[in-house]
């Protein structure tokens, strides 16, 4: 079992659709990531989250620590938002990350 | 083959010293990635080769960064002359092209995490 789980693993949403991308951990972190990862292969960092939530945007990004969960959401998607997002688990000098979740806005 | 691994996972140096790193990718991905990620920050791109060739080198490559895939398989990053602010981890991640969407799913090696001293 992968330390950091994402689900789903392939996600098709029509534009404008609110779309989750879920993301549990098992390890201890200090920080959690999400990256952006473009099909040219490009990773952004969108969020680095230690509670709480964070905007940006469209996008929203929450952590549960006790729950060991986060999940990443857009609002009203767009074909640009198309990529595989990934979340990255953080501990110290240590980084885990997930498999990642790719994401298909149609038009 | 079981993911893409790097080596070695750890590495302490002086600064003014020479070191590699290894990337062995995933048999099948012609594409390969280095990455560097700095403690709080997302991964930064390096560099990247489709076979043994490099295709696209980020302006954070100065020239005391080398990397090589000789035989399009695996590949080494070198560093010379480091310096303290070279301290990072160094990701590699393999990928091949996904069907007509041309699309890219990286798989990444688990790093090299470098402090210089």
């Known amino acids: 079992k992968n330390e950091v789980e994402q689900s789903p693993q392939n996600l098709t949403a029509q534009e404008g659709e609110f779309i989750t991308i879920n993301c549990s951990y098992s390890v201890g972190i200090s920080a959690l990531h999400w990256l952006q990862q473009h099909p040219g292969g490009g990773i952004v960092s969108l969020f680095m989250l230690s509670s709480g939530k964070k905007k940006h945007g469209r996008l929203i990004a929450t952590i549960n620590i006790q729950e060991k969960h986060s999940s990443l959401h857009i609002t009203a998607s767009h074909p640009r938002d198309s990529a595989v997002y990934i979340c990255?688990?953080?501990?110290?000098?240590?980084?885990?990350f997930g498999a990642g979740t790719r994401l298909t806005v149609k038009p | 083959d079981t993911g893409v691994s790097q080596d070695p996972r750890h590495k302490i140096t002086k600064r003014g010293q020479n070191v590699t790193f290894r990337c062995d990718p995933i048999s099948e991905h012609n594409r390969l990635y280095w990455y560097r990620q700095t403690l709080g920050q997302g991964p930064e791109f390096l560099t990247y080769?489709?076979?043994?060739?490099?295709?696209?080198k980020s302006r954070l490559l100065s020239d005391r960064f080398s990397a090589e895939r000789p035989k399009g398989s695996f590949s080494t990053l070198e560093i010379q002359r480091t310096e303290q602010g070279d301290s990072a981890m160094y990701l590699c991640a393999s990928s091949v092209l996904q069907g007509f969407s041309g699309a890219n799913v990286l798989t990444f090696g688990a790093g090299s995490r470098l402090t210089v001293l």
């Open positions: 080769f489709q076979n043994e060739a490099q295709l696209e």
């Open positions: 990255a688990a953080v501990n110290n000098n240590d980084m885990r």
